[in-house]
């Protein structure tokens, strides 16, 4: 037994030795340089903690005495490319501090440099001169104690202690996160907490304009807003009272992305919007090309609102008519198929628009007395009804895998709490207009959702692309909707149902007491999937190593962690491995890496797309709300290819779809390019989170 009991932190804290994480740093050395021998460093360790038993006695070791301890031993042992690679590695974690000190950030939980970068970018509160004031364990304190606060209503002191503690724990440990405008104002003078919503435009220049005022109130406290532009007259249109003619809604789009750039969501991200325009509209052609530019409506998402008729009429090879807003008349019939092309070959070379089935939308509108969905928030999740908001968190299914099953124990639990936690935000919440306090209060959708599913898989030893995937696809979201359902009947019972409940869909399903009109949805995870440290959404992985571009001239080779612990395993892991990945993006053509390995660790564009289109369904069978994932197309992908993608997510019942070629776009955030040694490789931002490589989603 060493007579080593406590070790010296670098900040002076003393911790209990553990001579395993010594074996441990040893045995990444040895793996590092291809020595795959647990002998070795079980050898090299019981060496070292020996010499740090004899020569500190009577004092105690820092880190960098047992590091020196550590080199010097595999140096007497002749143990050179071990040492090389071990020295190399504390030079990296020297920087890594160094690197976090200059960010200025205070990480008592030791996150990724990325991570703390995000966190300083997007969410740690600072003082008026732009300082920052809280440490990334105050965060997560801040937030519980916010959310946690709703209980007083319901419970008392002790209630509100208890979940706060709850809620701490939840997000500390990346088990589950909400959106991020609960991230950024919870427990501030903002208190904004909603990241979705949807506003009305209507025909009159007062409607338009007071849309625009209420867009730019909500985006400066970090919300995205959707839009549909369905209802304003065409371009060239009647204006009878200035017996004028319209400029049609395209050009006020233009408006709304002005004041977006001006506004920069609170100066926290980049504006995000949903515009959509309906098939029938006469401005429809214009509408589907408007990107073509490429540097137009840079604030927007596009998609077309497709309806049932018009799809029966493309496959028919039928014409569809287009109908004035104004007067609800046709004016002109057009073949269907030929638009279905252009949106077709549009979206092939811009990325742009997307598709929203809106008729399967409607079917499972939960209220639908109190109006048709129009549109979806920014990324096209959540379906929401004119000037309602949503409050949205995904559960982190990585953390929910035990051995080599899904732990369906934690799962309930976490599910149930989450629950909760977003009820709660709704409670607390600051709404930024009393129309949507009003049609928010009387619903009070939450959406569940999930990150980490890519990782999941692998965590599982299943390829995305394969029937097991799907199958477990299903499995744990008909789990998650069914313990979700559970814990929103159990809160009613407490606290009372949502108010629209005695007209909406449920009581004919059976459900007669219920707190939330719905109860999941399927988002990106842009940010708090890096905070969680795991996979984007429901997306496979982008890449599997890469360069990070962390700070201004500081670059880091990142290789995804579950891959390295499995090429480790499988005794071919080298840092040289790490930047060969990195220049090709994928392992799929590395024919002398174990074939396993290639199978389970696919990437976005190894995957055919109806693979894509087919996990989307999946999820969405059991979903209430929508599901956000991008079918991901290499360069070399036809528009042929985006049309089976479209057929497909309408037979199989999405409510949207979109596509992204890559390259397709002037800029995107992950990308090939040179270094100082003139090797290419995947480079991307410090924001990055590994969904898409284009499709921009901050929440």
Request: glycine share 6%; aromatic share 8%.
């Amino acid at each position: 037994m060493p007579s080593i009991e406590k070790v010296k932190k670098r900040d002076g804290t003393l911790v209990q030795f553990n001579k395993e994480k010594i074996k441990a740093a040893i045995i990444k050395a040895c793996n590092s340089v291809g020595i795959f021998n647990v002998e070795v460093a079980e050898g090299v360790s019981q060496k070292v903690v020996a010499i740090l038993s004899e020569k500190y006695k009577r004092k105690i070791p820092g880190i960098e005495d047992i590091q020196d301890i550590v080199e010097s031993t595999l140096s007497k042992n002749g143990y050179y490319e071990v040492l090389r690679s071990y020295i190399l590695y504390r030079e990296r974690r020297q920087e890594v501090r160094k690197t976090k000190e200059s960010i200025g950030v205070k990480d008592e939980f030791k996150l990724p440099i990325n991570t703390v970068q995000v966190l300083k970018n997007r969410y740690l509160l600072r003082d008026e001169n732009g300082g920052i004031i809280e440490s990334t364990k105050e965060f997560y304190q801040r937030v519980a104690k916010a959310v946690a606060s709703a209980e007083k209503a319901f419970g008392g002191a002790t209630s509100v202690s208890f979940w706060e503690e709850q809620f701490y724990d939840l997000m500390s440990r990346g088990l589950f996160l909400p959106n991020s405008p609960t991230l950024m104002n919870a427990g501030t003078s903002i208190s904004q907490l909603a990241a979705c919503f949807v506003l009305p435009v209507g025909d009159s220049l007062k409607e338009i304009f007071r849309a625009v005022n209420d867009m730019a109130i909500i985006e400066q406290s970090g919300g995205g807003t959707g839009f549909s532009f369905s209802r304003l007259r065409p371009s060239g249109d009647l204006v009878r009272s200035t017996l004028g003619v319209a400029s049609g809604p395209i050009s006020f789009m233009k408006i709304f992305d002005t004041t977006t750039n001006v506004i920069k969501q609170g100066g926290k991200r980049r504006g995000a919007n949903m515009g959509i325009l309906n098939v029938n509209h006469p401005d429809i052609i214009e509408f589907i090309t408007t990107k073509k530019g490429g540097n137009d409506f840079t604030n927007f998402n596009l998609s077309v609102a497709i309806t049932d008729a018009f799809m029966e009429a493309v496959k028919k090879k039928r014409e569809y008519p287009l109908i004035n807003p104004r007067t609800g008349k046709e004016t002109k019939r057009v073949p269907a198929r030929d638009v279905f092309d252009l949106i077709v070959n549009t979206a092939w070379k811009t990325g742009d628009p997307g598709i929203v089935f809106i008729d399967e939308i409607n079917r499972h509108n939960p209220t639908p007395t109190e109006g048709a969905i129009e549109s979806t928030n920014p990324c096209g999740e959540q379906p929401l009804l004119p000037y309602e908001s949503c409050f949205l968190g995904s559960v982190n299914l990585e953390r929910m895998v035990k051995g080599k099953k899904v732990d369906y124990e934690r799962l309930a639990l976490v599910v149930q709490q989450a629950v909760r936690f977003l009820d709660n935000v709704i409670d607390i919440n600051k709404f930024p207009l009393p129309a949507i306090k009003k049609i928010t209060l009387r619903n009070r959708k939450i959406g569940v959702g999930v990150m980490g599913f890519a990782d999941m898989l692998i965590r599982l030893s299943i390829p995305y692309d394969s029937e097991q995937a799907i199958n477990i696809a299903k499995k744990v979201m008909q789990f998650i909707s069914t313990q979700a359902l559970a814990a929103s009947v159990k809160l009613a019972k407490e606290r009372g149902s949502f108010e629209n409940l005695p007209v909406s869909i449920w009581p004919k399903r059976g459900v007669t007491v219920l707190r939330n009109a719905t109860l999941t949805t399927i988002a990106p995870t842009g940010s708090i999937s890096i905070l969680a440290g795991t996979s984007s959404g429901i997306e496979p992985l982008f890449a599997i190593s890469f360069m990070r571009n962390v700070l201004e001239g500081t670059r880091m080779l990142e290789v995804h962690q579950i891959f390295e612990e499995a090429a480790v395993q499988a005794q071919c892991f080298s840092r040289e491995l790490a930047f060969q990945v990195a220049e090709k993006g994928s392992i799929k053509d590395l024919i002398y890496l174990p074939e396993k390995l290639r199978r389970l660790f696919v990437t976005s564009h190894d995957i055919s797309p109806d693979w894509h289109v087919r996990m989307q369904a999946a999820f969405q069978r059991f979903t209430d709300n929508a599901v956000s994932k991008t079918v991901n197309l290499p360069a070399s992908a036809t528009p042929d290819d985006v049309r089976q993608v479209y057929l497909l997510a309408h037979k199989l019942k999405c409510k949207g779809i979109t596509v992204y070629r890559y390259g397709s776009k002037d800029t995107q955030v992950l990308y090939k390019g040179s270094d100082i040694t003139d090797r290419e490789y995947f480079s991307v931002s410090s924001e990055y989170a590994g969904e898409c490589s284009e499709n921009y989603c901050p929440f």
